[in-house]
Structures are given as C-alpha cells and as structure tokens.
C-alpha cells in the first residue's frame, strides 16, 4: 500500500528535495506552503502522516498541530525546527507531536523517522484489529 | 603597601585605631600644656602677692634699721620663697637665706625704674625648677628692687606624673580603639558582603536574579541601585545575544538542510542530465544564499566588535547614491520600476566609503526588492551644515505599524514568506543601522500600508574646510 504523506515547509528547495526523495521512496507526497493550506490538505485528504516546519509564515507549525489535534486529526505528525531548544520540545510534545526532528538533518534521518511513524501506526492499527 | 593589600575592613580600623592614638597622644600633651600653663600662673600670682606683701611690710617701716628685722621676719614666715632686696644703686640690703647671689644686675637696672614686674623660669643650683620675679617696690627708704623666686619642682613632677599615667593607658586604650574600629566596620560592612555574595549568585546564566536594595537611601542603596542597572542592562544584551544567536543559528540550519537533502537525494538514484542540472542549481542557490547570510553575519559582528578599520575620509554622499544607482539600474528595469532621483547637490559626510555604500545598497536594493512590478522607487535629499538627509522611498505595499519600529532588528522580518522568495537574509537593515550608527547618524522609517515606504537616514555633514 502507497503511504500518503503531506509535507508542510515554506523553503521551496527543501520542499522540492524532500518530495523529489520522497516519492523516489515510493511515497505519495503532498505539498503545502503555508500553515494554513497544510491545515486544509491535511483535513481534505487522507494522509498518514504530516511533516511540518514549525517556522511558517501565517500560523507557525505548533499553532497548526494544535488546530489539528482540535480537529481530532489522528495521524502521526513529525515535526521540522530549526530552532532545536528544550522550549520547543516541549511545546511539540504538549501540541501532539510524535516525532521531533531538528535542522540540519540529512534525507536519510527524515526518511527514517517516517518509516518508524509509519510501522508504529501499523502495528497499533493491528494490535486495535486482534482486539476487536 | 602592605596597607594596600588588607581589606578595607582592616583599613578602617587601623585608621580608626591610628586616628584614636594620634586624638589621645595629642590630647595628653594639650593637657600637659595647660597644666603648665595654669601652674606658672598661680605661681606668678603667688609671687605677685608676696611682692606685694612686702611692699606693705617694708611701707610700715620708719627707719631703715628696721628693714632688716621686717625682711627676716618675712623670710622666715615664707620658707619656700627665696628673695633679695636691694637700692636702685644695685646695693643688697637683704638677702633671705638660701638665696644665691644675682648672676647679673641687668635685669635689676632695667626694672627699677619702670617699676613694672618680670617674670621668668630659671634652674636653681641644685636643678630645681624655680619661677622669679623682679619687680620695684615704693618704700620709705625710696624705691627698691625686689627679686623673689619659688620652686614649681612639686607642680612639675605632678603634671609629668599625669602624662605618664595618661601615656601609660595609652596601649589597652588604643587596643580597645582597634577593637571598636573592627566592630564598627564590619557592621558597616555587613551590607557590602551581602551585596557581594548576591552579585556572586548572579551568574550569566542566572541573570533575572537581581540584589536587594535596603531602603535606607543611603550610599549602599544606591550602589544596589547601580549594580542592579548594570545587571539589568546586561541582561537585556545576554537575552538580545542569545536570540540572535539562536536566529542566527535557525536561519543557517534550513539552507544547510536544504543543500544536503538535496545533494543526497540526486545521489540516491540515476538521473538525466537535466534533473542533475537542476539540483545543481538548486544546491547552488542554497550555497549562495549561506555565503550571503555569513558574510553578514560577519558584517554585523564587525560592527559589533568596533574592529571596522573605518577610514573617515570626506565623501561625497551623491557620488555614492549615482554609483549605486547605476550598479541596480539594471535589476530595477528587469522588475521595470522606475528609479527617480531629484537634481542631486554635493553633499558631503565624513566617514567610511565602503560602509555607507553598503548602507545606501542595502536600502535601494530593500525598496527594488519589496516594490512589485510597475512601481517607483525615488531617491531624495538635503543637506544643511549640520546634517545630511537621504531618503530612499518606494510605493510599495508598506509596513505594518506593528512592525514598524522592529524592521531595523536583527533577523526581523515583516513577512517571512515574502522574504524568502525575495531571498533577504534578515540582517540588511540592521546592519543599515549599525553602519549607520558608527557614523554619528540615524535611521528610521515611515510607511503607510498600500501606499509605501521610506526610509531615511541622517548624517552628518562634513565640517568644511576653512
């Protein structure tokens, strides 16, 4: 099955590199600009899982994740900063963020933590199917 | 100095204690003096009144036989008091025992006649300390000059056994002084090492901790008061520092990602030339937009550090502008927006050349940047003796007022997305500012939102030669 995932990041070129890779990967990749269009993609499509850039123009990354967890959107959400302070740890934490992944990263660390999001769900979705 | 190398709370008190010696010695020798003092005089009255005396003994006799027996008399009634008489022809008539004869009759010449009284303080034989007077007497034999001496040897020894008592104290009297000296000025002191040990506390990483300041009003209060400013302002470049280092930091690390993810990711399969082109591009964007952020970060580090060599020459300030002009022109016409400049005059500033075009570059390259396709930008300016002014407008879309007085701060930027298309680094402005600043001058902005900017930066004229 072809994993969705929607990519929110306002630097372009990190944005063309990161679905370039991505979909070489065999993923399906969403792009969005902004917070605000992340946050309408990410409500209009099925996606499973988001990276978003916490420095965004308009309503920055936390502000969205939390507007999405309000939103009672469920999937994993990786979260991109560049500014890597215990602060902003917490704050992805407390706004429902599972993972955390601090600039510069290389294609490899992302692509990692993805598959790692992405077997987590896996496995908690069959776990939740046994149980039923 | 060893008095250099104690604390102070040593130093006080041993100038207390050395301040309570020099008091006490010099109060001891005043006292001395005084009792001195007191002591010749009660002598000089005692001799005054047996002068007298005399004069009434000697005024009751008839006949000079009975001088003799009048004087002896007199003599043996007053044992300690030793005395002559004699004519104004310098013949002695009497001399009570003991008395040694004149060594000189200068003084019994000089005072006969004016009848007036000397004293003075001789040494008698033996060594003892003795006061005399010489002093003319009427008498019905005619005028008389009497010398008349006693000892102060007896007062003498009383004052000098005062002083040696007095001195005698003097050691457990001064330790005492030292003692005291020490309690006062470590409680005078106690503040200070509170002060002291709060200070310690205050680290930089504990800055937000501030002193208390007693509420006494007192010079310690106002050193609280004082210290608590300093911290206060180093608090506020620590926090300035920390979060331009973390924008610094933040606004390095995204290129860098950019450039690696996309390096890896051309890497990671077989492409056509073509898309290798295009990540080449790519990362060479990145790479340019990294050399253009540390350069200024450099710039602004410079500025900070005051290590620009800054060759203050006079310029010409228009020269400049029609120079930088031409340099943008081009990129301007490519945006096509207009470029006004107004007749320029010579206006002339003193300072360094390479920065101020710097200055002038950043703010016409901001306004070509910022203005969309079809607008203006135009120059103007002024001069006076004291100040030059040069404003770069533009009819853009303007600044919020919000973000109005933040434009000139290091990595603030009015909309970031706009920014990052635009490729402005954050810092232009603000090294604008620095530059600026160096120069003795000031920069500020007006805008109005839809309508445009303008940013103008005052200089100082250059002082003409005469």
Not at chain 1, 47 to 61: A, T
């Amino acid at each position: 099955m072809m994993h969705r995932i929607l990519i929110v990041e306002d630097h372009q070129n990190l944005l063309r590199s990161l679905r370039r890779g991505l979909e070489t990967h065999g993923y399906e990749v969403l792009v969005a600009g902004t917070g605000e269009e992340g946050y309408l993609m990410a409500t209009t499509h099925d996606v499973d899982v988001i990276v978003l850039d916490v420095m965004l123009p308009g309503k920055n990354g936390f502000e969205i994740l939390c507007d999405l967890r309000n939103a009672h959107f469920d999937k994993p959400v990786l979260i991109l900063t560049a500014k890597d302070s215990p602060d902003d740890r917490q704050r992805g934490k407390s706004c429902g963020a599972d993972a955390y992944l601090a600039k510069p990263f290389g294609f490899s660390d992302i692509l990692a933590q993805l598959n790692e999001l992405l077997r987590q769900t896996k496995t908690s979705l069959s776990s939740a199917e046994q149980s039923c | 100095m060893l008095i250099r190398r104690l604390n102070i709370r040593w130093r006080l008190t041993l100038w207390f204690g050395a301040a309570m010696i020099v008091l006490l010695v010099g109060r001891s020798f005043w006292i001395y003096f005084m009792m001195e003092r007191h002591m010749i005089m009660t002598t000089d009255a005692d001799l005054d009144s047996n002068l007298d005396s005399l004069e009434v003994e000697i005024g009751r006799i008839s006949a000079a036989d009975e001088l003799e027996r009048v004087l002896t008399n007199y003599a043996n009634n007053n044992r300690g008091l030793r005395f002559d008489v004699a004519t104004s022809n310098n013949d002695t008539l009497f001399r009570s025992p003991e008395t040694p004869p004149p060594v000189t009759n200068k003084f019994r010449s000089a005072a006969a006649p004016k009848l007036e009284r000397t004293y003075s303080t001789n040494l008698s034989e033996t060594g003892e300390q003795r006061r005399a007077v010489i002093g003319a007497i009427a008498s019905p034999v005619g005028n008389l000059t009497v010398r008349a001496s006693r000892s102060m040897q007896a007062e003498r020894n009383e004052a000098q056994n005062f002083i040696v008592t007095l001195l005698a104290t003097l050691p457990p009297v001064a330790l005492a002084a030292l003692g005291v000296g020490y309690l006062v000025s470590a409680r005078a002191l106690s503040p200070v090492d509170k002060m002291i040990s709060a200070a310690n506390d205050i680290t930089a990483n504990r800055l937000e901790k501030r002193i208390d300041v007693p509420d006494t009003g007192d010079e310690l209060s106002r050193l609280a008061k004082t210290l608590n400013e300093m911290i206060d302002r180093l608090y506020k470049s620590f926090e300035e520092m920390r979060r331009f280092t973390a924008d610094a930091a933040h606004d390095l690390r995204t290129p860098v990602t950019a450039l690696r993810t996309e390096i890896e990711v051309s890497l990671m399969a077989d492409h056509t030339v073509e898309e290798f082109r295009s990540s080449m591009q790519t990362a060479l964007d990145e790479a340019i937009n990294l050399s253009r952020l540390t350069e200024q970060l450099l710039d602004l580090s410079r500025e900070d550090d005051g290590t620009h060599p800054g060759l203050l020459e006079t310029l010409r300030l228009d020269q400049i502008v029609g120079s930088v002009l031409e340099d943008l022109q081009t990129v301007a016409r490519q945006k096509q927006i207009t470029v006004d400049t107004q007749q320029m005059r010579p206006w002339t500033v003193t300072g360094d050349q390479v920065r101020l075009r710097r200055v002038v570059m950043n703010l016409f390259d901001n306004a070509v940047q910022y203005t969309p396709a079809g607008g203006r930008v135009w120059i103007e300016g002024q001069a006076t003796p004291e100040q030059t002014t040069l404003v770069i407008a533009d009819n853009g879309p303007g600044i919020p007022a919000d973000d109005l007085p933040h434009i000139f701060d290091r990595f603030r930027r009015v909309d970031w997305a706009r920014n990052r298309q635009s490729g402005g680094t954050g810092l232009g402005l603000a090294i604008c500012k620095s530059i600026v600043e160096a120069h003795g001058g000031q920069i500020r902005a007006e805008s109005t939102l839809g309508k445009g900017t303008r940013v103008i930066v005052t200089l100082p004229t250059a002082k003409a030669i005469a």
